[in-house]
């Protein structure tokens, strides 16, 4: 065991609601770092070669990208404190770039990291309570959730509960540190699904009985990648003091079966797949083999945990406060943003504030050091000191008064963060792709910086109304794109850019994968295509009806006839 | 790193990458033997050359890169290589983005 030095509590704010660490996760960190530390001075001073080193610093977060090593730093559920915020930004500017990028994981990527600086910037992460612990590897991922929980008016069980159990369970689970492949749950508490369930390798959905008592929907098998399946839903009902041990089930029957001789076939999702009902027998009889008491979620310890998301203390107040509707009226740009970046509160004067981080021409999901401090303080001013990461690369201020609502607007927008393009065209997911990441076969970020500029007013994305477009550089798809209305996946063809579009995928209740629609597209084509697609839908689509509602009504025949006809 | 998958046996002369241990900045095998962060002082070789990839302890992953001679400097035929080159495509700092931008 290597000597460490004591550290204190960070100061977060007194009603940030955020599971707080005690001495032991902070010792324990420490001792991560000083065990890391020593990997890495054995790597630099050649004791461990690369193959013996990679997944001891996969393990700890860092991947060494195109250009440079990335650290992705774990947040877990997307749930920042100002504090943690205000320390990514000094991390950013001190030994990045000035800028971080938050993912479809509801995590952040830091792309310019030097080796020698990373055991500095994993200090710097402990002294807030953070770690890039389980961001890589075949082991549990972050669990995500719904980044409006103890907000949302439809919420029927908080998900950060039972998301903080999965982190504390599978943090460093000596059964499922070394799966088949890499693990992804998500977590909501909704029955109006917004954290793409059914395309995780677990999906929960937290509910209540009659009486009650909450249990869980577990879904299994879900996934996009090389090969996009919807997940399983394998058991309606699990009781909650059941949780884990049924999660234990699932995750030794994956690592007993699951196909590690083959990358392309050892996520969960193909033995699903391929063992059909019978994968939810073998589930069933691992769990009845679990000794239950052992296993059993103890109440008072789900107590615990949920006083750590506790409602902070709102005020008692009114919807619709006299300023708000006057701004509103008087501001057509305010009331223009309010129109998407809202969504209702369960408290009463409350709203929950989306901030886009897709500036038009922007990089998806970027953020600077300044303005990620700067968003510490508007979190400390306007919403008890929290702050959430969705999983399509956006921000939440969760607890906003709506008489603050203006001024907030008004701080936001000269740092560049009131595009009013929440749920439009340009607000779209797209991972790092060839510019940053080593697996990528093409570029997106340009692709969809080329794509909201081509759509950059507002009274044309308006008028396309909501829509999902997202794009993947590679067949890996963690830009999601197989669950966009429209999806784009770069590949290579003879060593040059060319991009495939599928149509009609769909995250939430109603998921599904997109379609391909036919040949790729050139770099300086897509652009175009797109924008025959939105042409098509626009001109053909029935009221109230989404791109996805038309597509599904008119299937691939009118959008393929115009995306290929010839000229 | 991870170098580009599937690949076919070299038909063009080569230069050999990688990335600096210390800092993941791209490395090129120069004439003098050692790396240098700069493509134009890498050596070229002859495709034949290609799988006797060479080791070094302060570079990750050499591999070999196929590429065009234009006035004696090389150029990577494969995009990515070429990115590997430019750096990003992409305006990544937020500063130069907003200067640029205004």
């Known amino acids: ?567 | 790193m991870s170098s580009p998958a599937k690949l076919r046996p070299a038909t063009a002369p080569v230069v050999f990458t990688g990335n600096f241990l210390s800092d993941g900045r791209v490395a090129w095998l120069a004439g003098d033997g050692t790396w240098s962060p700069r493509i134009a002082e890498a050596r070229v070789f002859p495709a034949e050359a290609a799988a006797r990839v060479p080791q070094d302890p302060r570079v990750v992953g050499p591999y070999a890169v196929e590429v065009d001679l234009a006035a004696g400097l090389p150029t990577p035929r494969r995009f990515r290589e070429r990115l590997r080159v430019t750096g990003p495509s992409v305006v990544a700092e937020p500063a130069l983005r907003l200067a640029l931008a205004s």
């Not at chain 1, 697609?533 to 791109?547: A, I, K, Q, S």
């Open chain 1, 1 to 567: 065991m290597n000597a460490v030095t004591p550290v204190g509590a960070p100061r977060h704010p007194e009603h940030a609601r955020l599971y707080r660490y005690d001495a032991i996760d902070r010792a324990f960190l420490q001792e991560r770092i000083a065990e890391f530390r020593g990997q890495v001075q054995r790597r630099i001073d050649g004791a461990l070669t690369e193959d013996e080193f990679k997944p001891l610093r996969l393990m700890n977060g860092l991947y060494l990208q195109l250009h440079a090593y990335m650290l992705r730093v774990a947040i877990p559920y997307g749930l920042l404190s100002s504090t943690q915020m205000r320390q990514l930004g000094m991390i950013a500017r001190r030994w990045d770039r000035g800028f971080g990028h938050f993912t479809t994981r509801q995590n952040i990527q830091f792309n310019w990291t030097k080796l020698e600086d990373v055991c500095a910037m994993l200090e710097a992460l402990a002294d807030v309570d953070m770690h890039a612990i389980q961001t890589s590897g075949n082991c549990i991922r972050n669990v995500t959730t719904d980044e409006y929980a103890g907000a949302a008016c439809d919420e029927v069980v908080d998900p950060r509960i039972y998301a903080e159990i999965l982190r504390q369970w599978s943090t460093l689970h000596p059964e499922f540190t070394w799966l088949p492949r890499k693990f992804k749950i998500a977590v909501t508490g909704s029955p109006q699904d917004r954290v793409a369930a059914q395309v995780h390798d677990i999906g929960v959905l937290a509910k209540r009985d009659a009486g009650g008592a909450v249990g869980f929907e577990v879904w299994v098998g879900g996934g996009l990648g090389r090969t996009p399946l919807l997940g399983t839903k394998i058991r309606d009902w699990v009781p909650e003091a059941d949780f884990l041990r049924f999660m234990e089930a699932v995750l030794r029957v994956y690592n007993a079966l699951g196909q590690r001789e083959n990358i392309y076939r050892a996520r969960i999702k193909i033995l699903v797949r391929d063992m059909g009902a019978e994968f939810a027998g073998a589930v069933e009889r691992e769990f009845a083999a679990i000794p239950r008491d052992p296993y059993a979620l103890d109440p008072a310890i789900v107590a615990a945990i949920a006083a750590h998301f506790a409602a902070p203390p709102f005020a008692a107040l009114a919807d619709e406060p006299a300023t708000y509707v006057r701004a509103r009226r008087e501001n057509a740009e305010f009331a223009a943003w309010t129109r998407n970046a809202l969504r209702p509160h369960r408290a009463p004067g409350y709203a929950s504030v989306t901030i886009s981080l897709k500036p038009i021409g922007g990089i998806p999901g970027d953020a600077s050091a300044d303005q990620m401090e700067a968003l510490a303080d508007l979190a400390e001013r306007y919403s008890f000191g929290e702050i959430r990461v969705t999983h399509s690369q956006n921000l939440v201020l969760a607890h906003v008064r709506q008489e603050d609502l203006f001024t907030l607007w008004q701080a936001l927008g000269p740092l560049g963060l009131a595009t009013p393009n929440i749920g439009l065209v340009s607000d779209i997911i797209a991972c790092p792709g060839m510019d940053y990441c080593a697996l990528a076969t093409a570029r997106s970020i340009p692709v969809a910086q080329r794509i909201s500029e081509r759509f950059a007013r507002l009274d044309r994305q308006l008028e396309i109304g909501e829509l999902n477009l997202n794009i993947s550089g590679c067949i890996n798809a963690c830009g999601h794109h197989h669950v966009g209305h429209i999806g784009i996946l770069g590949v290579d063809k003879r060593g040059e850019e060319v991009y495939q579009i599928t149509l009609g995928g769909n995250q939430g209740n109603d998921a599904s994968i997109g379609e391909l629609i036919g040949p790729a597209f050139s770099y300086d084509a897509v652009v175009d295509a797109v924008e025959t697609l939105l042409r098509t839908y626009v001109d053909r689509r029935d009221p109230g009806e989404r791109f996805v509602d038309t597509y599904r009504r008119l299937g691939a025949v009118p959008f393929r006839e115009a995306l290929y006809a010839p000229a």
